[in-house]
């Protein structure tokens, strides 16, 4: 897992855009992000009035130190101009591109959205993008995609519209997106993203969610999607180091710094730099967390 060189985005709570109500309750939710969906969530017919709802809940709500984010149409919907020109006089902080297929479609994407936000005034270069791979081609292409720069800050794993393309049979277990998500994770962290791991659809089953947030962090997820109030507290806390970790971490480099680092033992295991550099991962997401 690589630092944190942008914000903290454990949770990345997705809200239906046309839902009022969603959106209200939203602003009240311990979320890192809140992702004003006008994608998956909403039907056709509510576009127009999801990206109006989408607008005045960015330019009226108070949203605190939520981050807030708008998830456009995919490029080849024919959607996402009218996505950005109806939300972007909200000043969100950031956009979500879902099925980012090429670097070449997510540089159209991008300067669509720098023009924009520069007609509106806004400093493009502190807009922050998401980027979504979840198709079969955006897999392919993830060398390229995740090395397009600012403004992209974080890669997101969707695992239901790549296992639709691709005939995967999706399983709790997830063996089958195994290599696509592992992928995703090595990509971003060769580029110093942020890596957001896949939604746990099961609304009910909290056990379940805690093992696919642990099993994220091991592949070296820093962060989730979230579809319902209920699964914030254990994403929060998963992707969050536990008082344990951090004891151990600040054990490992403190051990490091008297043993002047190289190789050394410590309660029976060997502590060299990859561990300490580890330690060090722990200690600054704990950092970012607030929790030292
Ligand atoms: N964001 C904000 N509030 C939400 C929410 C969300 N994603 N999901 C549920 N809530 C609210 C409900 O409004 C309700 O609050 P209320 O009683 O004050 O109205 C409360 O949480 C409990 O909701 P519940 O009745 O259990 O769920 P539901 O049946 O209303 O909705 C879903 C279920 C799945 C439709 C809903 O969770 C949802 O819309 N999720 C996001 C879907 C989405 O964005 N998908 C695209 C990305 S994958
Ligand atoms: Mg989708």
Known sequence: MSDFPV????????????????????TTLPADSVVLDLEDAVAPANKPQARALVRAALHTLDFGARERLVRVNPWSSGLLADDVRETIAGKPDGYVIPKVRTVDELGRVCALIEAQARAHGMDASRMALLVLIETALGVMNLPAIAAFGAPVQALI???????????MVRTPAG?????????????????????IDLVFPALNDEAGLEAECRFGRQLGYSGKMVIHPNQLAVVN???????????????????????????????????????????QNVLARARAAGLI
């Open 7 to 26: 914000r903290l985005r454990r949770s990345l709570l997705f809200v239906p855009g046309d839902s009022r109500r969603k959106i209200e309750k939203a």
């Open 157 to 167: 794993f969707g695992a239901d519209d790549l296992a639709a393309e691709v005939g």
């Open 237 to 279: 806390r998963a992707f969050s180091p536990s008082a344990e970790e951090i004891a151990r971490a600040q054990r490992i480099v403190q051990a490091a710094e008297a043993h002047g680092y190289g190789a050394f033992a410590l309660d029976g295991r060997m502590v060299d730099e990859p561990i300490v550099k580890q330690a």
């Open 175 to 195: 063996l089958e997106v195994l290599y696509p998500r592992s992928a995703v994770a090595i990509a971003a962290a060769a580029h110093g993203l942020q890596a």
